[in-house]
């Protein structure tokens, strides 16, 4: 009985991260609506174009998450590593010839009338892979070469693929998520604050040997004086 309750008592909802990401939700629609106004209106003759495409999305969203909610979680242990591999294999069909370069990066994969972005896959199965690995690793996740060289390595081979096509900011993204889920996991500080010097170090490097990812930098000084080019970004 007691571990029966147990699982029970895990598998209620977090109502307290599910009220966050409402939230963040919520602002993230009413920005939207505050900033494409005036280019849907131009462009669309509807001021509500960009909204209301964006409210269809986060409906589908919440549709799938509360699908989702209701998977058993012992198969989504099962599929983590198919949809880890799915997603390298996205990345990795992004960097062969024949595909459609867009701005100088390859980031998009068109599928007939669609287009899908991997990088929005990788996240989720990143984000999968590192919330099974720091759950059921405990025992080791403090130790260097079991509990920090693999998550490590996983997430260093999709930001070189990122890096590849280029894509900087995804990189950077996936890095977060891998310091703050490792953080949350208990991975030991020292090993989290020598690797954020480390991609630090790295990530200075890559901004100064490219120009235009150095002038968007530089930008942010006074990004209205090149609103239409680096300060757009």
């Excluded at 939207?32 to 005036?38: E, N």
């Excluded at 799915?86 to 062969?96: C, Q, R, S, W």
């Excluded at 006074?222 to 239409?228: E, L, M, N, S």
Aim: aromatic residues 14%.
């Amino acid at each position: 009985m007691g571990g029966t309750a147990v699982k029970m008592q895990q598998a209620k909802p977090d109502f307290w991260l599910l009220g966050l990401a409402l939230i963040l939700l919520g602002l993230g629609l009413m920005t939207l609506l505050s900033a494409s106004g005036i280019v849907a209106e131009k462009v669309y003759s509807d001021p509500l174009y960009f909204f209301k495409r964006q409210v269809l999305f986060a409906a589908a969203g919440l549709a799938v998450m509360a699908f989702l909610a209701l998977v058993p979680r012992q198969l989504v242990y099962k599929l983590q590593y198919p949809i880890l591999l799915l997603a390298l294999l996205l990345l990795v069909v992004t960097l062969l010839p024949g595909v459609t370069k867009i701005k100088g990066a390859r980031r998009w994969l068109n599928l007939g009338p669609f287009g899908i972005q991997p990088m929005e896959f990788a996240k989720i199965a990143l984000v999968m892979y590192l919330a099974y690995f720091l759950s059921t690793k405990q025992a080791i996740i403090k130790t260097f070469s079991k509990g920090v060289i693999p998550p490590f390595v996983v997430t260093g081979v999709f930001c070189g693929l990122l890096l590849m096509q280029p894509d900087f900011g995804g990189a950077a993204v996936l890095s977060f998520l891998l310091f703050f889920m490792c953080l949350a996991g208990g991975t030991r500080l020292i090993y989290l604050v020598i690797s954020a010097l480390i991609a630090c170090g790295g990530a200075y490097f890559l901004v100064i040997h490219e120009a235009y990812r150095f002038r968007r930098i530089l930008a942010f000084l006074d990004p209205f004086k090149v609103a239409r080019d680096e300060g757009y970004q």
